[in-house]
């Protein structure tokens, strides 16, 4: 049975103004994220993949407001209820706070070292003040458990901690406050191989126990293959496709994923990769071009694509693409 919807994102811009001279006037503007609109399920995983300076780090923190978005709405539902996040104001979001959480990127540097696993992780408890309605060192003994942490790891300080065991101090730390949604942002890219697994089937426990929902923002591919139920691919600042993790790398029907998984090493010496590849770099988000933006860098751009941006559309159900000649390429871009 398919699971309700928890997290709608609709139309979510993130744009900031290019300013210049001494009357510091606004000459233009960065698109950092553009119209993304995509949702999420209780207890799903939805990869969010791309080249860096996608725009991918941006969308995650606009959801939690870390970053201020331009426009759009980013629906939450809770208790029979929809929320709109983007039009709580600061004492409402800091209420409200708990359902988001994200577990950083680097464990190395997001722990700070002056503090010990115990405090570290009860911060969500207190900086929202559910620490006053509940005992916290056994909420925080509970949630460090199910992270594989004992009890004598708490009265420790982070520096006495492997990679992989500070990750999962920073798992905990999101987690101690029971959210719905936690966005994942590049959360193993700094591990070993093997410690990737780990953090990885960690999540994966952690998400059937708590029916959780994780945005799993990555570049490695093969990473968001292991864990993502549906993957979008965003290409400056647009998700350009959104499948699910079976037919997108099965069947992608857009130039920009097929390049990306082309790219992917093939381990295989019997499987055939596709001549698809992607050259030159991501434009940048001040100077976005016109029509389809992936067209200075798609080896199947024709004149339509200079100058008319393709529709963002379903084309069977739960798939979604941006690109003019989807029908025209479908065989062309078969794994
Ligand atoms: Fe390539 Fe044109 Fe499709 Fe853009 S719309 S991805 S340029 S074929």
Redesign the pocket.
Known sequence: MTEPELLRVEGLNVHFPVREGVLNRVVGEVRTVDDVSFSLRHGETLGLVGESGAGKTTIGRAILRAIEPTDGKVLFHIDGEVVDITKLSSRQLRQFRPNLQLIFQDPYSSLNPRMTVRSIIAEPLIASGLAKTMDVEARVQEVAALCKLSVEHLSRYPHAFSGGQRQRIGIARALVASPKFVVADESVSALDVSIQAEILNLLKDLQDQLDLAILFIAHDLSVVAYIADRVAVLYLGQI?ELASTKELFSAPR???TAALLAAIPETDPDIETRPVTLEGEIPSHGNVPA??R??TR?V???D??RSEE?EYREISPDHWVR????EE?SDELRR
């Not at 690109?323 to 989807?326: A, E, G, I, R, S």
């Open positions: 350009v857009h130039p920009y029509g389809c992936f067209h798609c199947y751009a024709v339509r694509c393709p690109c003019h000649l989807t390429l």
